[in-house]
């Protein structure tokens, strides 16, 4: 008998684990498959060993399902991968910026993060649900003005689009590894040193390539301003 | 009668234009929205006004016609938006790089350009077909290489990965502004000056950041081999 046929009774036996865990993970896999609209209770109820009741008892609805899910992967990844690197905030700017990217940088390449973890999250920027307002307002907004502090720290004399162009730039190199790394893979094909996918390899250059662009920046904005002040 | 309806009859009378291409334009739509396993050549043959014998004639299949959709959405992007961004081979080579920056930005954010151009790169990215493997090998790889060449003229003392490593910088950046666009609209909702999506502004960032990183890893990079040359 499939697992298919298997949950045609409503009185399915649930297999061993907590009930709500597992149908959480059911459900990434299959949302993140299929997207929220194809996606079926029955097949999450299939893929957990759970009956629908059960997704009934504690979710109420698919829409509920959904959030808890994506709100799942996002408290996750808050979690395994702080912000601040595990660096102590006593420790020189760059090496916080150095934390900043090797964490990001880690929860990109962790081969242990279940892959629908970074597939819902995809989905979810491109075409988005009130989830969406959730991991940018708890997880987003939190990094990246966290990631801004520590430029303006850098570079005092940067304005704003200044500053917050550069987080924009850092964050961009950083993601590029997962949102283009099926391009990636097929342009480095042939590579055997590593690149680009070394945690340590990567952090060192897009460390060093944003510290020199930051430093870049801080010494445009300084010449700037104190030729204006000394036009005054 | 639903447009549905009015093409369960197979002898559908065409409306203007020439079919090949409304097949083209309708199936780049409903591949976007459904991807290629959802995607129904009913659906494709509704929207275009054209009946299931055209498909047949002018692609043979489904596959034929969705990588003949891939390329059509390819093609258009680097006829329009050519590497060098129109900049002289003569003009110093941070005029190029700056070229390549605004064309490459240009594309991401023209309002012009089809909607589903974008989606279905994106879903290629996420779960590829053969046809990405068309798109790295005529757009991608020639694209870098070209980058990566303007790179080299500016930090001849840059190692493999450096060069490598700063092109990625650059394109991540660039292609941030088209993976986040959702995220990126929420974080800077009260915006009102422009950033980020101010093709002027955005290109003036990146150039700006981009340029000041390759000088400030060139000036290491120089530093290194002179020390090293001193030491032999």
Known sequence: MSLEQSFKSPIAADVPGDTRTRLIEAAGEVFAEAGFNQATIRDICARAGANIAAVNYHFRDKETLYGETVAHAHRYS???YPMDGGVATTAPVEHRIEGFIRSFLAKILDPNRPTWHGRIMSREMQ???LSLDMIVETGVRPNF???CSLIREMGPHLN???VEG?????IGQILHYFHCRRVIGRLYRD???GFPYDLELL???ITAFSLAAIRGLEQAAKARASSQGGRR
């Open 145 to 147: 003005h966290y990631l």
């Open 191 to 193: 590579r055997t040193d």
């Open 166 to 170: 550069s987080g924009a730039s850092v």
């Open 78 to 80: 808050m979690e395994q």
């Open 203 to 205: 952090t060192g250059h």
């Open 160 to 162: 704003p689009v200044e």
């Open 127 to 129: 075409e988005p649900t």
